[in-house]
């Protein structure tokens, strides 16, 4: 995992996709895995037992990149019920006659709980950018607005955590041709995702402006080597696992004199 410091120029061929750090297959990890899940189960029991912050974790990445594995595997290790899921679609006549912001802010989680953005506000500077949806003069004011929009969240209690999820185009060129060639996995063959394919190195280039433009000091970007799906499992989960331990959390103090309190028979 490489964190992306404000101001570093990226250049995406310097992050290999396939890296697995000290692990070389997927067996080795599973312990692991398991201990960090039980340790997020009771990080996210203190976020929402204090009630001080939240927590919005944003998954970028190309189509087949992983972000619905991701979210199918980080959630098995929390309590659903303090934790929701946000899909962003193509917006709808609504939400383009707002600010591209609204429906993200509106999807935001409330103190307490986690939040999962799956594609999120930055599509406005990478599909809108590579398909000029918008004027150039519009999308490039995108980068700053996002900054600030995220600052506030920081400030308000909200800690950040975004995943550009990168995987190489020969393995894209795979996992398509596995949906293809798998009966059961036919309903996820989308002509978008072929027609976007071609698009590659406009893609990579946005993404590369979007995590220099956009990694700050309060909502750094990580870039997730994510061809194997279990390290990508592996280091999102422990990502989320640090920054929650970071926040120091204890238990709030009863509201009421619990020495006073008995309990009838
Ligand atoms: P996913 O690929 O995330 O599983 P879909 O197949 O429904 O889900 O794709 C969602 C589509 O919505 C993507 O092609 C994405 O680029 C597009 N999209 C998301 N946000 C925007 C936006 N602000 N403007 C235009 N298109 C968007």
Redesign the pocket.
Known sequence: MNIIKPGDLVDLNDYAPDFTGAYEKKGQTKRRLKKLHKQLLKLQELLYAGNQHALLIILQGM?TCG??GTIRRVMAGMNVQGCDVV?????STDELSRD?LWRAHRAVPPKGKIGIF??SHY??VL??RVHS?VPEDIWSQHYQQINDFEKMLVESGTVVLKFFLHISKDEQKARLESRISDPTKHWKV?E?DVRERAYWDDYMQAYEVMLQKCSTDWAPWHVIPANKKWYRNLVITECIVETLRKLDMRYPEPSVDITKFTIGD
């Open positions: 189509d972000k619905d899909s962003f679609k193509v917006p591209f799956n594609r599509e406005d599909v809108v949806l989308m978008s």
